[in-house]
């Protein structure tokens, strides 16, 4: 792995594998499903493993999940692995394992399960601009659709369709943001308690970890990520993982 920056921080990685896969449709939590027969969590566990970012790692799970358990107990890693019961939000999940993480730790990456072909040279990026000074930085990549601002028409209004379309933001700006976001430890620890006053419209409207650090006013930086960090969230995404994992010689079953 190539790094820029000699990287003398302790970095504690949070996995958040507590979702159920709803959109997936597969019946079991998401992170179980099998890739070439190796569950998406373990995929995710060996991008950390390869990327040689991590001294602790800690890993949300489906409260009372003895599988992921399991799965996280077989798999090599070096660095210290705990495992918690996740929360009924990601960000719930995310603060039950930054709790269980070290308390000397320089810097924190949250990454998801889901994105569990995540190239090990993200984890690098993020390292290097944590090491550098960054106190919030995420892996993103441009944005390739047109996107619209839209709201929903007022009923009867238009008759047409329920929603109607009220801007085109500037393409050049926007980016597709991925994990792992990495965060100061202390950074993320004052953002997710400040988060735990939100009203549950506001906890509602959190997708991901750099908003928590936007709104205490923190740069977030962002470095370049992958295409290959894609999001397993539909039947759809999963095809095309299997069909990149099918291009790649290693990561596959045992
Ligand atoms: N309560 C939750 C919800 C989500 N996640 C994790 O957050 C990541 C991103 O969530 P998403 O891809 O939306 O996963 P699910 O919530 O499982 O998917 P769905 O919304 O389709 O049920 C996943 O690795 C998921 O396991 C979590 O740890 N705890
Ligand atoms: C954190 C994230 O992966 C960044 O793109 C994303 O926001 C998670 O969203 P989800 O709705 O919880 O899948």
């Given amino acids: 792995m190539s790094s820029t920056v000699s990287r003398q921080q302790r970095i504690g990685v949070i996995v958040v ?52 358990r399991s799965l996280c107990r077989g798999t090599a890693v ?6 918690v019961d996740g929360g009924a939000t990601r960000a719930d999940s995310v603060r039950a394992a930054l709790q269980a993480l070290p308390a000397d730790l320089d810097a924190v990456m949250v990454h998801d399960a889901a994105r569990a072909l995540t190239p090990p040279e993200v984890f690098g990026r993020v390292a290097d601009a944590l090491a550098a000074g960054a106190a919030a930085v995420i892996p993103a990549v441009p944005v390739t659709d ?18 109607v379309v009220t801007g085109t933001p500037d393409r050049s700006t926007l ?23 939100f009203t549950a419209e506001q906890a509602a409207a959190v997708t991901d970890d750099a908003m928590l650090a936007e709104s205490l006013g923190t740069p ?27 291009r790649t010689p290693t990561d596959k079953e045992d």
């Fill in 78 to 83: 070096s660095a210290s692995l705990t495992v």
């Fill in 220 to 246: 977030v930086y962002v470095v370049e990520g992958s295409e290959l960090s894609l999001k397993i969230t539909t039947p759809l995404d999963l095809l095309l993982a299997e069909a990149v994992l099918a």
């Fill in 175 to 197: 980016r597709a943001v991925q994990t792992p976001q990495g965060f100061e430890a202390g950074l993320l620890r004052r953002a997710h308690a400040a988060a735990r006053g």
């Fill in 17 to 68: 594998a507590g979702g159920s896969g709803q959109r997936l449709g597969y019946g079991i939590p998401k992170a179980q499903v099998p890739l070439f027969g190796v569950a998406l969590l373990v995929h995710a566990l060996r991008g950390i493993e390869a990327s040689g970012i991590a001294s602790a790692i800690s890993v949300a799970v489906p409260a009372g999940d003895t599988v992921m």
């Fill in 146 to 163: 047109t996107v619209k601002t839209t709201a929903d028409t007022a009923a009867g209004q238009a008759g047409i369709a329920p929603r």
